[in-house]
């Protein structure tokens, strides 16, 4: 087992990603992964089904002899956002890149398996997408809040992880059996709502009323999803809206940050 394990990931992460951006294949187009590591055993994973009221799986439950999970974020380009920010239903852009970008951390996934099998290193793979409970609509394996407990960021008021990169691009995750140095999250809250603001610009943006400041309706969402599902049959199942996501303070940067230094005691 390599002593580098978080050395070699975020490697490969990074790497496979930008030979997808210079192959032609994809339309679609990223900015730097994000990854971040945690420890299988850490005690956030056990309140995993009390956050999403489900029997959500736990790393042990993928993978016996899970030490690591491992979880990236692919942040889109400013101008696949662009693209979806005005109008009640998804963009052909936004569409496009949700199909191809869960194809990508399929593939991407696939790869680190053939690269830490070299190493010994057994692994469980994830689908990027429609991982849920199709009674309660709450996925069985949370890549959000995963990444959540990997440090990569908090959550904003429409339920989106916002990272340092914001909020608009995919999330993956893998489980491991190789001891990785677990992340440290940014230790406050990257939503401007939730860190003394007013912002809300989410709850605004939802052309369903699914999002509101105090509540969220799945079904109401997700019915909407099922109704776009259809507008972009040929591209393939984009279950998508995004509207949320797009033209607000957390797209692509992580709104807080500022807020937060001025708030940190002077060291």
Same mark, same amino acid.
């Given at each position: ?8 990931i &975020?490697?490969? &992460? ?8 210079a ?7 990223w ?5 971040? +590591? ?6 956030? +994973?056990g309140? =995993? ?26 942040? +889109?380009?400013?101008?696949?956002? #662009?693209? @979806? ?11 496009? $890149?949700?199909?191809?970008?869960? $194809? ?7 790869? #680190? ?17 429609? @991982?849920?409970?199709?009674?309660? =609509?709450v ?21 989106? #992880? ?5 909020c608009?691009?995919r ?7 190789a ?6 999250g940014?230790?406050?809250? #990257?939503?401007?709502?939730? @860190?003394?603001?007013?912002? =809300?610009?989410c ?5 369903s009323?699914a ?9 109401r ?6 109704? @776009? ?12 809206c ?26």
């Amino acid at each position: 087992m390599p002593p580098f394990a978080n050395e070699l990931i &975020i490697r490969e &992460i990074v790497s496979f990603v930008e030979k997808a951006r210079a192959s032609g294949s994809f339309l679609t187009r990223w900015h730097e992964p994000l990854v971040g +590591f945690a420890d299988a055993s850490d005690a956030l +994973f056990g309140r =995993l089904r009390e956050w999403t009221g489900t029997a959500h799986f736990l790393p042990h439950d993928l993978l016996p002899g899970a030490r690591s999970v491992t979880a990236y974020f692919l942040p +889109f380009e400013k101008g696949v956002s #662009l693209s @979806n920010r005005a109008g009640k239903y998804p963009s052909s852009q936004w569409a496009r $890149a949700y199909i191809e970008t869960n $194809a990508l951390i399929t593939s991407l996934n696939a790869h #680190l398996t053939g690269i830490l099998r070299r190493y010994g290193i057994s692994t469980a793979e994830i689908p990027p997408t429609r @991982n849920f409970d199709h009674q309660s =609509l709450v996925s069985l394996w949370s890549h959000r809040h995963v990444a959540y407990i990997a440090g990569l960021g908090t959550f904003g008021a429409n339920n989106m #992880l916002i990272t340092e990169r914001g909020c608009c691009g995919r999330l993956g995750s893998l489980v491991i059996t190789a001891e990785c140095k677990p992340s440290s999250g940014p230790g406050y809250e #990257l939503c401007l709502s939730k @860190n003394g603001g007013s912002c =809300l610009a989410c709850v605004r943006k939802c052309p369903s009323g699914a999002l509101q400041e105090h509540s969220f309706d799945r079904r109401r969402c997700y019915s909407i999803l099922m109704k @776009n599902a259809g507008l972009y049959e040929k591209l393939g199942l984009a279950d998508v809206c995004g509207k949320c996501l797009c033209n607000v303070p957390c797209s692509h940067t992580n709104p807080a940050g500022e807020r937060a230094l001025s708030q940190r005691p002077d060291e």
